[in-house]
Each structure stands twice: as structure tokens, then as C-alpha cells.
């Protein structure tokens, strides 16, 4: 796991490669070094930031050279032994133990399409070809790991983190409107886009190759979510079904302990990491460290339950609880950490556990993609309602369910002017994926238009990019996996893992899980109010179901409490700051009534709404975007 930079360029300036370095030296810190080559008046450079997990010694650095291809790496090739050995009955030799040179030797062998086909894994990697002098950009099938490059048709800068791009002189840092409209629809930037103008993600699942003279650039998506949910339904009985994806699921999580450090596993208490954990340890047979954060709260603590999986599965489990001070430590960094706007406040705990885990661990397993790929989240439940009501309400009916406001109605209750103007909004959407996007807003396209002063409708992110699938399942799960998967959980998994120089791996979104997840009929994921039904029988097999078996609670922070106590007054001098609002972004009178609606009745506003405003206002204070 490491970070990768690099720039192609008229000029060669030895500052911006080791600026660029130095802004990724969290996600590298064991060594950092680059290689430069010229090709007629463009110079070419890649670095590397290394984080040693797969053979720890220094030929394993990068950048990594063989025959006329250069290769700078971030991730893990799980199956590397399985592919060096194919190499070695095909003719290769190798001169270190690591998975960058199995990589590498693979696409010199079989070219880079069949060579990431034979790969189980996460990566993002840059590959210089000086005979074709190309260079292609390459991201993993879901998108564990960012990749980010800017074009602008004289410079191209490529790099893991925004802010590698940002420490090269040459970069523009000019606001992307349609990025920060979306932001305001889902508090996070689309994973195929950046908030800067001709700044882009390599999209997950895709490779894009660059021309080194002219820097044009050709895409090529090699893997796509959608494929597998508009394939037929596979033909397995629930119980043969339940059978093979244990052993999927077995095959993915003894994959991800391979690695020449300790690894460790984050565990919730939530289904997920307790298959995880259930997995490695009753029928692997590992001795495992787990993780959890706690908060004195007890309406956001899932603490005790972890501790009580811990000590049934025999873990060797650690714990802390967040203190007022942590909290104000980590949002002092958050701004430094997520170097564009990102707004989902479980980013706190997720950062608190991996600082934590990172005294005893060096990689840790985070058991994120289950709910997308299995039909968890409550709001596919309210969905679904909504769909339900929209077949039995007669078009009359309808119309006068449109004219209802919140003034009408005899009661005050949670977030309730949102919460109707996302009802009435998915009543009248015609698009199952777009319905998906109405439902987790935290701001209404209406309430948007009225804050930020710079508002696109049509930004939807990934959200309408689905293949043509007649069940409504598939294309809401197809959708999210695609959005709020890559745009938010890997985000902020990614971020806080790596801002502690630690790796996180994801055992639930090894590719042969969704794909046959993709493929199950729908009863076996969900049935009636029973979520997740085909993961929760697996765990079951291990864990007695009424040691876990309750209302999802989600990784989350108490920020509604820390609005009104120890963050209000960061929380006003940040959105009041001159540096700001003379920015034009927002409202200031709209500003004012969102405060004043939260500090007159704390209990019926939505505090994420605050977080998302909160987290912008300190990202461009410390990035100052040009607007």
C-alpha cells in the first residue's frame, strides 16, 4: 500500500516531484523516490511513496522497472503467488518476493488487459510504456483506490490523493460547479470526477491510456457492476446458494491475510465484521486483534456489543472511547485528510479506530460493500414503500399528496419539510436509480437552489448511468454500488486508513462476491423486513443470532450533541469566517436560517445538513479554491 504521483511535462522542476512526495508521505512513509525520462521536449516522471507490507526490503522500492515498462503501484495483487507462479512456467524470472514485480512482469507478458483480468485485488497504478510512449492510468474494479489526474492539454499530473496534484506548480485549483453541486446532494464527490475543473478520477473499473506527446487520452472500461445484474439469475436453491458463497466468502477473507506484517480487523458488532471476524477465526483457525470506538453516548455505541462477539470468537480485542478532546483534535485535521469536500461524519470514528489500530497493526480489515451488494440499508426499505404507494395511490390521489407542505399538516416532526419534499419527489421521479439519489439527499434540489449560489440540477454523479434493467432491485443495487460505495465508504475508508499509514483491505468487495451476489434472486438477499437474509444466515452458522441479531445502527458520530456543546462555536467561526463567505458560494441569509433552525429545535434538524456546510466551509479555508 503506498502512494503513487506523477507528471508528464514540458518542464522538469525537481520541487513539484518532491512536493508531490512530500504530500504523500502518510500513505508512504517507509521510502519515497521517483524516476525521470525525456521523450523529445516532454519529461516524464513517476513517483513512489512506499508503505512495505508485501516483502519488506528495499528492492521491493519503486518506481519499478522491466524491459521498456515503468511501474509505480498502490494496493495489494491478493493472488500474486497464484500469477507468479503462472509466470514462472511460462518463462519469467523474478529478483524480489513482492506483488509489484508479479504485476508488472504480468502485463509485459500478457498485456495489461489480461493481465489485471488475472487479478484479485485493490490497486491503482501508472504505467510508462517508453516504446509506445504512452502512459495509462489504471483503477481497481470498485474503486478501493483513488487514482486522480489533471489534463489541461500542456501539463498532465496524476496522483492518489488530490493534494499531490495540488503541490505541483503548474496546477489550476479552479472549482468544478457541478462537482460541488453534487456535493450538496450527497456530501461527497462523485468517484469518477474531482472538485477541480479538468481534474477527474480514473473511473473504478476502467484504464485510461495518454499519449505522451499529444496527451490525448482513450478510456477503457474492462470491468462494469452493471454486467453482472443484467445477466440471467443463477439457478441455485437457497441452500446451494447459501453453500457458495461461504465459500466466496471464505476464499476472500483468507486472500486479505496475506501480508509480511500484522494485520488486525475493524469489528462494529454489525453483521458484517462479525462474518469477517467469524470467518478468520472459527473456521481459519487466526489469532486476530479486532478494533472498535466506542462513544459514551449509548445512542451512537455499538462498543459493548463488538466486546461481546470479541470474547465469544476469542479475539484479542482493543477499545476506545471517544473523548471530547478527540473530537476536537480530529476535526482539526479533517480539512488536511480529505483534501476535497467530504461530508459524512462517521469519518471521526473511522479515523479514531485506524489511528487507534495502527499502535498494533499495519493492515486492517474493514468488511465495507455487504449492505450494497445484499440489500442493507434502511433507506432501500423506505424505498420501497414509496414504490409500494406509488402503484396504489390513484393519480387523483396523487395530486393532493403533492400539495401537502409542512404548515399543513397538524404535527412537527423530524426533519419534516426534507423528508415531504423527498417523498413528493420520488412520487413523481420515473427512474428507479435516480429515486435512490432523491431518497439519501440531505438537501432537496429546491433547498440546494436556495443556499448555493452556484447550483447545477443535472449534477447526479454515476446515479443514472445504469445499464437497461427491467428489475428494480438490480438497478438501485447496480447504482449504489457505483455511487455511494465509491464516492463516501471507500472515500473515507481510504482517507483515514492511509492518513495513519496504515492499509485497509476490503474482504467483501473482492469482485467474485458481487458478481455472484449480482446474480441471486432477490428473496435471497432480502425477505420481508429481513435484510442482508443470506449473509445473516451464513453468520448465524457461527455466531447465535440473538448475540447480534438487531435494528441496524450504522457507524456513526454524535455530531447533533457537538453542534450544541463542544464544536458550536468552531462550528460558527468557520461558516462566518470573511475568508468564506466572500467566496460567493453560499447564502448567508439561508445560512442564518439553517442555523437558527437547528439551535431552536436541535431534536427536528437534521445535523448532517450542518456537518455537509461545515466540512465545505473548512475545506476552502484550507485549500482556498479559486470560485
Known sequence: MCGIAGYISNDFNENDILNILNSLEHRGPDNQSYYRDTFENKNVCLGHARLSIIDLQEHANQPMHFKNLSLVFNGEIYNYKEIRNKLLNDGASFDTDSDTEVLLKSIYFYGIAKAIELTRGMFAFALYDKEKRTLTLVRDRAGVKPLYYFNDGVDLIFGSESKA??????????????????????????SDNSIYKKCKQVSPGSYVEIDIKSLKEETTTYWDVNTFYAQEELKYSYEEAK?????????????????????????SGGYDSCLTTALLTKVLGYQLNTFTIGFDNKKHNEAHYAKDIANYLGTNHKELYCSSNDVLNIVSRLDTIFDEPFADSSAIPTLLVSEFSSKDVKVILSSDGGDESFWGYTKYQFLEKLWAYKKLFPAQLRQMMMAVTPSSLPINSYNLKTRIQKAKNVFTSKSFEKDLLLAQQLFTDNEISDLFNMFDADSCGNYNDVLEINDRYKKVSAADYRTYLADDILTKVDRTTMSVSIEGREPLLDHKIIEFAARLPQSYKVQGNYTKRILRDITHKYIPRDMIDRPKHGFSAPINEWFQGDLKDQLIDSLYSEDFLKLGIIDKAQLDNELDSFFSAPKMYNSQKLWLLFMLSKWCLRWEPKV
Open 243 to 267: 453453500e457458495e458463497l461461504e465459500k466466496i466468502l471464505l476464499e476472500s477473507v483468507k486472500l486479505r491475510m496475506v501480508a509480511d506484517v500484522p494485520v488486525g480487523v475493524f469489528l
Open 165 to 190: 496534484l495540488v503541490s505541483h506548480s503548474n496546477f489550476k485549483r479552479e472549482v468544478d460547479y457541478q462537482s460541488l453541486s453534487y456535493y450538496f446532494k450527497t456530501g461527497t464527490i462523485s
